[in-house]
């Protein structure tokens, strides 16, 4: 009765261990692509006022 008791505290913290990961890491993936969006973004509008200045 008391191993399985430890291993399921063991799961519990390897579960709430590993959602924390995933969070974090899902932050960061968030805030790249948002500089990426942004980055394209502004690369777009200079080509778009570039061209037309051109004309």
Do not use: K
């Not at 913290?13 to 692509?33: E, K, P, Q, R």
């Amino acid at each position: 009765m008391d191993e399985s008791a430890q291993i399921s505290a063991e799961m519990i913290l390897i579960m709430g261990a590993l959602l924390v990961l995933v969070i974090v890491a899902g932050g960061f993936i968030f805030n790249i692509s948002q500089q990426i969006a942004t980055s394209i973004g502004n690369v777009l509008n200079t080509a778009r006022d570039s061209t037309i200045n051109r004309m």
